[in-house]
C-alpha cells in the first residue's frame, strides 16, 4: 500500500464524509500543462500560488496550503492543514506537510537545487507585507506578476467545468421557483433574504461566494424591492440596494416589500465550487406599466446581446452595442446606473469566483472564445422609484453562445 493510500484510508477512518466533488487527475494534469505552456511563453520560471481558488483549481484541494509550479518539475503542494484530507482531495504527486510557510524554501532547495530564476505571484491579492515576506524566504528571484498567467488559464472553461456550472445553474432554479412560491407582500427584504438563504443550503448553496479583489464584497442575496431599487450606492454595479447598516451598505435592507413592487432579485448561487450569477423582477399583484416596460427592454438587450456574442468579437463592441440599443429605447439615462455614476461593464466572467477576467466593458478590446463564461446584466435604475433588468450566465461556443442559466427570461408575476 503506497503512502497515498495510507493516508486516503485514514481520512476514510477519520471522516466518513468525504468530498464527492473530486476534480478528477485528468482535469489537473490538463490545468497546470496550460499553466506551464502560458509561464514558458511568459518567460516565467516558476509560479508560487497563495489564494485559494488558485491554488483550488490547479491542485483540487482547499485546505490550508501553498503551491508551487515550475516548468521543470512536478507541482510541489505544501500542506499546512489538513494533510489527509490534501492528499485526499488533489490527484498531485508531490503533497508535502508543512508546519509554516518558512520551511518551503529549504524543502525546495532539497527537491529541485534550488529557486526558479524568474517567480510570478499574484500582484493582484497578495498584500505588500506578506510579499515582502516572500521576497526574503525565496531570496534572489525575479518576481514578476503572475495574475495574468493564472486568470487566462481559469478565463477558458473545459466540458468538465462547464457541466458542473450547469449542475449549480440548476440548483439556482430551484431556488428562484422558491421565490416565485413565497414572495409576499409584507415581508421586509431581509426577512425573505433569510427564507430564500435556509432553502438555498438545502439544495447545496455553500453559502458563501469567492470574490478575488480586497475591496470587493460577496453577497448572496440582492434584493430590492419598489424604491430600494432606485438607490445608487458604493457597490460597483448598476444595482445596489439599501442594506441594513451603514457599514455593510449592499443588497436586502429594512424596507417592506408591498403589492404592486417591482422587485428586482439578484441571487449568486456557488456550489461545488463554482458560481452562478443570476437576476429576475418579480411582483406581487401588478407591475407598473413603466417597470414592465424597461424590463422587457432589458430582456430585449439581453437577446440580442447574445445573438452577438460570438467568437472573434470585440467584448467593447458588446458593451457598446447595449448603451446604443439602451439610447434607442429612450432608457440611456437609466442604463447600467444613475448619470454620473454608472458601471462601466455590462457582463463578468464568473467560475470559481463570482468576478473574474475577462470584463465586457467599456474599455475592453479582448475578443470572446470558446469556453468563456459571463453573467450578462443589463438593468436600469429609476432614481427614487425602482430598479429593472435581468442578468442571464452565457457561455461562448465554437459558433456562437447559449445560456448556461436555465431560468426562465421572464418577469415573474406571483
Given at each position: 500500500?503506497s503512502?497515498k493510500?495510507?493516508?486516503?484510508?485514514?481520512?476514510?477512518?477519520?471522516?466518513?464524509?468525504?468530498?464527492?466533488?473530486?476534480t478528477?487527475?485528468?482535469?489537473?494534469?490538463?490545468?497546470?500543462?496550460?499553466?506551464?505552456?502560458?509561464?514558458?511563453?511568459?518567460?516565467?520560471?516558476?509560479?508560487?500560488?497563495t489564494?485559494?481558488?488558485?491554488?483550488?483549481?490547479?491542485?483540487?484541494?482547499?485546505?490550508?496550503?501553498?503551491?508551487?509550479?515550475?516548468?521543470?518539475?512536478?507541482?510541489?503542494?505544501?500542506?499546512?492543514?489538513?494533510?489527509?484530507?490534501?492528499?485526499?482531495?488533489?490527484?498531485?504527486?508531490?503533497?508535502?506537510?508543512?508546519?509554516?510557510?518558512?520551511?518551503?524554501?529549504?524543502?525546495?532547495?532539497?527537491?529541485?537545487g534550488?529557486?526558479?530564476?524568474?517567480?510570478?505571484?499574484?500582484?493582484?491579492?497578495?498584500?505588500?507585507r506578506?510579499?515582502?515576506?516572500?521576497?526574503?524566504?525565496?531570496?534572489?528571484?525575479?518576481?514578476?506578476?503572475?495574475?495574468?498567467?493564472?486568470?487566462?488559464?481559469?478565463?477558458?472553461?473545459?466540458?468538465?467545468?462547464?457541466?458542473i456550472?450547469?449542475?449549480?445553474?440548476?440548483?439556482?432554479?430551484?431556488?428562484f421557483?422558491?421565490?416565485a412560491?413565497?414572495?409576499?407582500?409584507?415581508?421586509?427584504?431581509?426577512?425573505?433574504a433569510?427564507?430564500?438563504?435556509?432553502?438555498?443550503?438545502?439544495?447545496?448553496?455553500?453559502?458563501?461566494l469567492?470574490?478575488?479583489?480586497?475591496?470587493?464584497?460577496?453577497?448572496?442575496?440582492?434584493?430590492?424591492?419598489?424604491?430600494?431599487?432606485?438607490?445608487?450606492?458604493?457597490?460597483?454595479?448598476?444595482?445596489?440596494?439599501?442594506?441594513?447598516?451603514?457599514?455593510?451598505?449592499?443588497?436586502?435592507?429594512?424596507?417592506?416589500?408591498?403589492?404592486n413592487?417591482?422587485?428586482?432579485?439578484?441571487?449568486?448561487?456557488?456550489?461545488?465550487?463554482?458560481?452562478?450569477?443570476?437576476?429576475?423582477?418579480?411582483?406581487?399583484?401588478?407591475?407598473?406599466?413603466?417597470?414592465?416596460?424597461?424590463?422587457?427592454?432589458?430582456?430585449?438587450?439581453?437577446?440580442?446581446?447574445?445573438?452577438a456574442?460570438?467568437?472573434?468579437?470585440?467584448m467593447?463592441?458588446?458593451?457598446?452595442?447595449?448603451?446604443?440599443?439602451?439610447?434607442?429605447?429612450?432608457?440611456?439615462e437609466?442604463?447600467?446606473?444613475?448619470?454620473?455614476?454608472?458601471?462601466?461593464?455590462?457582463?463578468?466572467?464568473?467560475?470559481?469566483?463570482?468576478?473574474?477576467?475577462?470584463?465586457?466593458?467599456?474599455?475592453?478590446?479582448?475578443?470572446?472564445?470558446?469556453?468563456?463564461?459571463?453573467?450578462?446584466?443589463?438593468?436600469?435604475?429609476?432614481?427614487?422609484?425602482?430598479?429593472?433588468?435581468?442578468?442571464?450566465?452565457?457561455?461562448?461556443?465554437?459558433?456562437?453562445?447559449?445560456?448556461?442559466?436555465?431560468?426562465?427570461?421572464?418577469?415573474?408575476?406571483?
Amino acid at each position: 500500500m503506497s503512502k497515498k493510500q495510507r493516508i486516503v484510508k485514514k481520512m476514510k477512518m477519520i471522516d466518513k464524509l468525504l468530498p464527492l466533488d473530486l476534480t478528477p487527475e485528468t482535469e489537473i494534469s490538463r490545468r497546470i500543462k496550460t499553466l506551464k505552456k502560458k509561464m514558458a511563453q511568459a518567460g516565467v520560471d516558476g509560479v508560487f500560488l497563495t489564494h485559494r481558488p488558485d491554488y483550488y483549481y490547479f491542485s483540487g484541494s482547499g485546505q490550508d496550503a501553498w503551491l508551487y509550479v515550475t516548468l521543470e518539475y512536478e507541482p510541489l503542494l505544501f500542506v499546512k492543514r489538513y494533510l489527509p484530507r490534501a492528499v485526499a482531495e488533489s490527484p498531485l504527486t508531490q503533497i508535502v506537510p508543512v508546519h509554516s510557510v518558512t520551511e518551503i524554501p529549504q524543502i525546495i532547495k532539497d527537491s529541485h537545487g534550488g529557486f526558479a530564476k524568474t517567480m510570478g505571484i499574484a500582484f493582484d491579492l497578495v498584500p505588500v507585507r506578506d510579499f515582502r515576506f516572500y521576497q526574503s524566504l525565496f531570496f534572489g528571484c525575479n518576481w514578476q506578476d503572475a495574475t495574468p498567467l493564472i486568470m487566462s488559464c481559469r478565463a477558458i472553461k473545459s466540458e468538465y467545468e462547464l457541466a458542473i456550472m450547469q449542475d449549480v445553474a440548476k440548483i439556482s432554479s430551484r431556488v428562484f421557483d422558491f421565490i416565485a412560491e413565497n414572495l409576499e407582500p409584507g415581508s421586509r427584504e431581509t426577512d425573505l433574504a433569510g427564507r430564500i438563504e435556509a432553502f438555498a443550503r438545502t439544495q447545496g448553496h455553500s453559502g458563501r461566494l469567492q470574490t478575488r479583489h480586497y475591496r470587493s464584497v460577496g453577497f448572496t442575496f440582492h434584493i430590492m424591492g419598489g424604491e430600494s431599487g432606485g438607490q445608487s450606492g458604493a457597490l460597483d454595479s448598476p444595482v445596489c440596494g439599501t442594506g441594513m447598516y451603514t457599514a455593510y451598505p449592499f443588497g436586502a435592507g429594512t424596507r417592506v416589500i408591498q403589492k404592486n413592487d417591482p422587485v428586482l432579485i439578484d441571487l449568486g448561487t456557488m456550489a461545488f465550487g463554482y458560481h452562478m450569477d443570476e437576476s429576475r423582477m418579480f411582483v406581487a399583484g401588478k407591475m407598473d406599466r413603466q417597470a414592465d416596460a424597461a424590463s422587457q427592454a432589458a430582456i430585449d438587450i439581453l437577446f440580442q446581446v447574445k445573438d452577438a456574442m460570438k467568437p472573434g468579437v470585440a467584448m467593447k463592441s458588446i458593451f457598446q452595442m447595449s448603451v446604443t440599443m439602451a439610447n434607442k429605447r429612450g432608457y440611456g439615462e437609466q442604463f447600467l446606473g444613475l448619470p454620473g455614476l454608472k458601471s462601466k461593464f455590462l457582463g463578468h466572467g464568473i467560475g470559481i469566483e463570482l468576478v473574474e477576467d475577462p470584463i465586457i466593458s467599456k474599455g475592453q478590446s479582448t475578443v470572446l472564445e470558446p469556453g468563456m463564461v459571463f453573467a450578462v446584466e443589463p438593468k436600469f435604475i429609476f432614481k427614487n422609484r425602482f430598479a429593472a433588468g435581468i442578468e442571464s450566465v452565457i457561455q461562448i461556443t465554437a459558433t456562437g453562445s447559449r445560456f448556461l442559466s436555465i431560468i426562465p427570461n421572464k418577469v415573474f408575476m406571483v
